[in-house]
């Protein structure tokens, strides 16, 4: 499985700025509202310091990162959920990521037009999430007369039609859907309206240069991700030593890349366990809380469906007896069955039969 995150905010926020930077594909990213038409999809590996390690042990011929895919989105105005601004096709778009990235504008920058003519983060992500619950009140509207007349005929579809019916209510004050009080049964009910505000949402402040290093209060809960698409632009040009130096001479650690994607895991629940062989060394990401058989089945099926065992070493272990040999002479390699659930960072090595 690999993440998909969908990039949306108004015009001119510098979503597509940030979307090159962080892909290095170039996305148009004209001084001018709906420069992105068409959604840009990009793969970017997920930064992750254990594989290098891994390799340094196992000498592997390659390499292979999970990965994220990023959808730069184009901007969303007012009335967006009506059509406004070719507002259906970019909410569609939407619809299809896993979750979503609202980059708002911090930055100040006369050169570069604002849809409101301002420079307001508030009232901007109010617009958005105005336009999201506007589109989900839409598919509530129009999905549950069809809800209804299935309940006549099945009992099981009266649940999904009492929740919509609430979160109708929820969303007409101005709510995320996600956001409503619900038992596990109740979101499962409502899952097939794949409603856009049930989506996990980051908030990206996209910054000015001097900004990088400063906490935000935060949005909905959530505190957002302080990235400046310049500097992510210039680093992603320059040579590794170079944007090493660029990022102390700011007083930052790491890209913003890394802590958007840390963050976009976190807020999903996921992390990530390995594979190290000869071939390659590679990460797979999963969902926490899985077990062993549906790790494997994120290989191949094959792997779910014929699972037998797990052999499993902390990647702390493996590192630490220089790889599967002297972990497993030292006692730390362990055999796990179908109930075992993986912890993030273990190398894995699936028995299974079909």
């Not at 990009?42 to 594989?51: A, E, H, N, T, Y």
């Not at 983060?121 to 999905?143: F, K, Q, Y």
């Not at 794949?194 to 209060?217: C, G, I, R, W």
């Not at 493996?318 to 030292?330: L, M, P």
Request: aromatic share 6%; net charge negative.
């Amino acid at each position: 499985m690999s993440l998909s995150l969908g990039i949306v905010g108004l015009p001119n926020v510098g979503k597509s700025t940030l979307f090159t930077a962080l892909t290095r594909k170039a996305a148009d990213a004209a001084n001018y509202p709906f420069a992105t038409i068409e959604p840009n999809v990009g793969i970017v590996m997920v930064p992750d310091s254990r594989l290098d390690a891994l390799a340094e042990i196992v000498k592997p011929k390659r390499i292979m990162p999970a990965v994220v895919e990023f959808v730069d989105i184009a901007g969303l105005v007012k009335g967006a959920s009506v059509g406004e601004g070719l507002g259906n096709q970019f909410l569609a778009n939407i619809r299809e990521t896993d979750a979503i990235a609202e980059v708002v504008r911090y930055f100040s920058d006369p050169n570069v037009i604002h849809v409101e003519g301002r420079v307001n983060p508030e009232s901007d992500v109010e617009t958005i999430r105005t336009e999201l619950v506007l589109a989900d009140l839409g598919t509530i509207e129009r999905s549950l007369p069809r809800l209804e007349k299935e309940a006549k005929r099945d009992k099981a579809i009266e649940l999904r039609v009492e929740v919509a019916k609430r979160e109708a209510e929820w969303m007409d004050q101005g709510h995320r859907a996600s956001k409503m009080p619900m038992t596990p049964e109740e979101r499962a009910a409502i899952y097939d309206l794949h409603l856009l505000t049930m989506k996990p949402m980051l908030y990206v402040a996209n910054v000015d240069e001097s900004q990088v290093a400063e906490k935000f209060d935060a949005i909905d809960g959530v505190t957002p991700i302080p990235i400046c698409a310049k500097v992510e632009a210039d680093l992603a040009e320059l040579e590794p030593g170079e944007a090493a130096e660029y990022l102390t001479d700011l007083g930052l650690s790491e890209p913003g890349l890394n802590a958007l994607i840390r963050e976009a895991y976190a807020l999903l629940g996921l992390q990530s366990y390995f594979t190290a062989g000869e071939m390659e060394v590679r990460a797979w990401t999963v969902p926490i809380g899985a077990k062993a058989p549906q790790a494997a089945g994120v290989i191949h099926t094959d792997f779910e469906r014929g699972f037998i065992k797990a052999e499993v070493i902390s990647f702390e272990d493996f590192v630490a007896y220089g790889g599967e040999k002297g972990a497993k002479e030292a006692g730390k390699m362990r055999l796990e069955g179908k109930e075992y659930v993986m912890a993030d960072g273990d190398v894995v090595h699936f028995k299974f039969n079909v």
